[in-house]
């Protein structure tokens, strides 16, 4: 007996029995189904974290001024001011490092006209765009001859812009910060919080210079913002700043750092991992599905070689093999999960654009995964197929042949 | 003497029914030349479905020789027995055996599925076998369609389509009324007498027995010729 005339065989004994067949194929449309709209919806948020990760920089460090102990009184973090341009300069030379942005931090009450605004102004270099990859709505962001001149210019986030200009454009206009009147030539985009809450949107930046000397008074910095070449270059750059900055403020032996560094590969690896995980959860508890979808066919495959035991002891009367009568219930078993595979594809793809169109989330349904779950399926009918298609091929012909 | 078709020595079959072994068949020996139409008889119990299966190929027996054709069966495998049903055995039952929800042309063509013929040959063939049986204008109507008498020709026509050296007939005029019966048997002495077919008839009908040749009775599991 050839293939086709076993497939024959097998969907002409489902045609007799449509709706069941439609109902046993039935668990597996809806198991296949949602095995690809759930990893659509686990990869998509997935690829939203990855995206929110590499706007805060995945591979970038954070190096901030260390905490010390003077006369028994430890100062908190961030309360000495060894931490300078120049030591951020010299990171900058080391090889690993496509990027440094150092940066001071204040806040005071921004002023236009008769509105005012509580922000946080950041004393930033040209850098910080790239190292933020953070691109403007309008205007531009200072250049290196700003920071040099300490200029009087700012680049506005959406949030304070939104607060003091409403509607109408800021650009050229000037505001006024602790007294010192800026002119506003940029306006960033909109960045919306950070994984923990700060509203990034909410701030002024301006050039390092002109808020160390103008705003604080200060020389040092509060905060070097390092980009490695590669995730790998930023784990060996901990090491190397941490030698680097040490040799440059004259730590000896045996004393403890100035500063502290933070690896923001760290945090993205946790939240990569997370994102891994919550897909392989959803994706298992859908698979569940498409298995209780395969004990289905099982089970009614069982109740057909019950059903059928005269059919298949007339089919062995008239010269059936045992393999002939694996076969056509194989075959009806896997034409069932199958086909219950390819329904469940679309239906897979409609849920997954429906939960992308009614919810904020994003759905990426990859080939992978439909591939997979297809496979899947084919497995789930071949293995529950199995069973009752031994069954039936192993019965006695005159015992099936006398089957009431 | 020409070679039997069927050749049995001493055969015996017993079988565990409720935990009781019975014996149904103690040393029959038979012997049927091709083209000839032979009768089995017994009272219910006798052994005769046992017989029938093992005639049949579709069991095989504790002891003796069973030749078909010249093949010994008792040394087959069940790929084997199921090439020697397909190939050398034609079977007409008591309540037809139709396949249920099949239409009949598709009934036919069962076993010539099996025997591994293509498909347009299968339908043509299947078509000429039904057409002899007067069932041209039925092809597409299923078992449950057919009156009786219908039911058993479309089973002679699958019975023989595959052009078996032997037909077995188990009580085929059991389900049928006195009418279609004597059409029936009329049907299979034609087949007998036109195309030299053998036949072996189990019934337990002596007016239906009056058709064969030769008249065998079974009586506790040994063959006896009729008195």
Redesign the interface.
């Known amino acids: 007996?050839?293939w086709t005339?076993a497939l024959q065989?097998s969907l002409?004994a489902l045609g007799?029995n449509k709706t069941r067949a439609m109902l046993t194929a039935l668990g597996v449309v809806i198991g296949v189904g949602s095995v690809i709209a759930m990893l659509g919806i686990g990869s998509g948020a997935q690829q939203r974290i990855a995206e929110q990760l590499a706007s805060m920089g995945t591979n970038s460090l954070v190096v901030r001024p260390g905490s010390v102990t003077r006369g028994g009184v430890r100062t908190g973090a961030g309360g000495i001011t060894t931490l300078t341009r120049d030591d951020a300069d010299a990171i900058a030379e080391l090889v690993d490092v496509l990027a440094v942005a150092p940066s001071v931090r204040t806040t005071a009450q921004v002023r236009y006209r008769g509105t005012n605004w509580g922000t946080a102004i950041e004393g930033v270099t040209p850098d910080h765009v790239t190292v933020r990859s953070w691109p403007l709505a309008e205007g531009e962001f200072f250049t290196r001859r700003h920071v040099l001149g300490a200029s009087h210019v700012c680049v506005l986030g959406q949030a304070v812009a939104r607060e003091l200009f409403g509607l109408r454009s800021p650009l050229n206009e000037s505001i006024v910060i602790k007294g010192l009147a800026c002119q506003v030539i940029g306006v960033l985009t909109e960045k919306g919080a950070t994984a923990w809450g700060t509203d990034q949107d909410d701030a002024v930046f301006m050039p390092i210079t002109t808020v160390q000397r103008k705003l604080l008074g200060i020389t040092h910095i509060e905060r070097i913002e390092v980009t490695a070449v590669d995730r790998e270059a930023s784990f060996r750059l901990l090491k190397e700043i941490k030698s680097l900055l040490r040799q440059r403020h004259r730590i000896r032996e045996g004393q403890s750092d100035d500063f502290r560094m933070y690896n923001r590969a760290e945090l993205a690896q946790t939240s990569e991992e997370s994102a891994r995980v919550f897909t392989w959860l959803l994706g298992s508890i859908a698979s569940v599905s498409l298995l209780v979808g395969g004990i289905g066919i099982m089970n009614i495959m069982l109740v057909s070689v019950t059903e059928r035991t005269?059919?298949i002891?007339?089919?062995?009367?008239?010269?059936?093999?045992?393999?002939?009568i694996l076969w056509q219930f194989l075959l009806e078993a896997l034409v069932l999960s199958t086909a219950g595979g390819v329904l469940g594809i679309f239906l897979g793809l409609g849920g997954a654009l429906a939960v992308a169109r009614f919810s904020a989330l994003p759905v990426t349904v990859t080939p992978v995964s439909v591939l997979v779950a297809f496979l899947f399926a084919g497995l789930v009918g071949v293995f529950f197929g199995l069973h009752p298609a031994r069954k039936a091929s192993r019965l006695?012909?005159?015992e099936a042949?006398r089957y009431e | 003497m020409t070679t039997p078709l069927l050749q049995i020595r001493d055969l015996h079959k017993a079988y565990v029914l409720d935990g009781v072994t019975i014996h149904a068949l103690r040393g029959i020996n038979l012997n049927v030349a091709p083209g000839e139409f032979v009768a089995i008889m017994g009272p219910s119990g006798s052994g005769k479905s046992t017989l029938m299966n093992i005639l049949g190929c579709l069991d095989v027996p504790d002891d003796g020789d069973y030749h078909l054709n010249g093949q010994d069966i008792t040394r087959m495998g069940s790929d084997q027995l199921a090439a020697l049903r397909n190939h050398e055995i034609g079977f007409v039952f008591q309540n037809f055996n139709l396949l249920p929800r099949t239409s009949a042309l598709e009934n036919v063509e069962t076993p010539l599925i099996y025997a591994g013929v293509g498909k347009r040959e299968r339908r043509q063939q299947a078509r000429a076998a039904l057409e002899r049986m007067g069932l041209g204008d039925r092809l597409g109507h299923l078992p449950n369609q057919l009156s009786g008498g219908q039911a058993q020709r479309v089973a002679i026509a699958r019975a023989l389509v595959t052009k078996p050296s032997l037909l077995l007939a188990d009580e085929p005029t059991g389900n049928v009324d006195t009418a279609t019966s004597t059409e029936i048997m009329a049907l299979l002495d034609e087949l007998n007498q036109q195309e030299n077919l053998t036949i072996v008839l189990i019934t337990h009908e002596p007016d239906v027995a009056e058709h064969a040749q030769r008249q065998l009775f079974l009586r506790d599991g040994q063959l006896e010729a009729r008195a």
């Open positions: 007996m050839n005339t065989l002409r007799r005269r059919e002891g007339i089919r062995m009367a008239l010269g059936a093999r045992q393999r002939d006695r012909p005159i042949l």
